[in-house]
């Protein structure tokens, strides 16, 4: 079964840029199964999707979070990243990765809380 | 884009019936998930298409969506059950088309 991990720095200072990982074990991500996610969730507030990525096809971004949202992918080392840049307070959030069969996300990884403070 | 609401909170005694709502304008007419995230842990889905259970989730886990409501409901409550709930809809006429409820934590009395 597949599982997925984030890893990255976790404190930021506002105008920096989160750069995230998502390794994935258990499967390929070649394997044309799944989109590959990043969903946020700040702490008290609704999970916010941020985008997802299809290997070899296209990536979507929130309307609200494009500008500043990059998603890319190393299959050969099974892993997917997640940038944003010029990182806020307002940008401090638990961080997941997920895998999306279509609709919704079938598995989570554990999440990353990441701090951004002066 | 499209808005949904949850109460905050439900409490339910052990064995009893929890009901858990999700409104967003014709709902019915979306397709909605639910997600358990109980403290410290991630998400983890427990309904699927409006009603489907994956395979390891409980027959005590059911949903249904009529008209404005989509509704998660749990029978036999345990306390194990004792998490926050969040549901999803996909919204595909959307740029932001996975939308998230914001969630509500049931107690287990």
């Known amino acids: 079964q597949v599982q997925l991990q984030e890893s990255g720095p976790r404190l930021l200072k506002p105008s920096q840029t989160l750069s995230l990982s998502c390794t994935v074990s258990?499967?390929?991500?070649?394997?044309?199964?799944?989109?590959w996610a990043w969903i946020r969730q700040p702490a008290g507030k609704a999970l916010e999707w941020i985008g997802r990525?299809?290997?070899?096809?296209?990536?979507n971004y929130n309307p609200s979070l494009k500008s500043r949202v990059t998603m890319s992918a190393d299959t050969s080392k099974n892993q997917f990243s997640l940038n944003l840049t010029s990182v806020t307070a307002a940008d401090t959030a638990v961080y997941y990765c997920?895998?999306?069969?279509?609709?919704?996300?079938?598995?989570w990884g554990q999440g990353a809380l990441v701090v951004v403070s002066s | 884009s499209y808005m949904l609401t949850q109460p905050p909170s439900v409490s339910v005694a052990p064995g009893k019936t929890a009901t858990i709502p999700c409104v967003g304008n014709d709902i019915e007419s979306k397709i909605v998930h639910w997600y358990q995230q109980r403290p410290g842990q991630a998400p983890f889905l427990v309904i699927y298409y409006n009603s489907d259970r994956p395979s390891e989730i409980p027959e005590r886990f059911s949903g249904s969506a009529s008209g404005n409501t989509a509704t998660l409901t749990i029978s036999r409550v345990e306390a194990g059950d004792e998490a926050d709930y969040f549901c999803?809809?996909?919204?595909?006429?959307?740029?932001?088309?996975?939308?998230f409820g914001p969630g509500t934590t049931v107690t287990v009395l």
């Open positions: 997920a895998s999306l069969s279509g609709t919704y996300a079938l598995k």
């Open positions: 990525m299809y290997i070899g096809g296209t990536t």
């Open positions: 258990g499967g390929s991500m070649n394997s044309g199964s799944y989109y």
């Open positions: 999803q809809v996909w919204d595909g006429s959307s740029d932001d088309p996975y939308v």
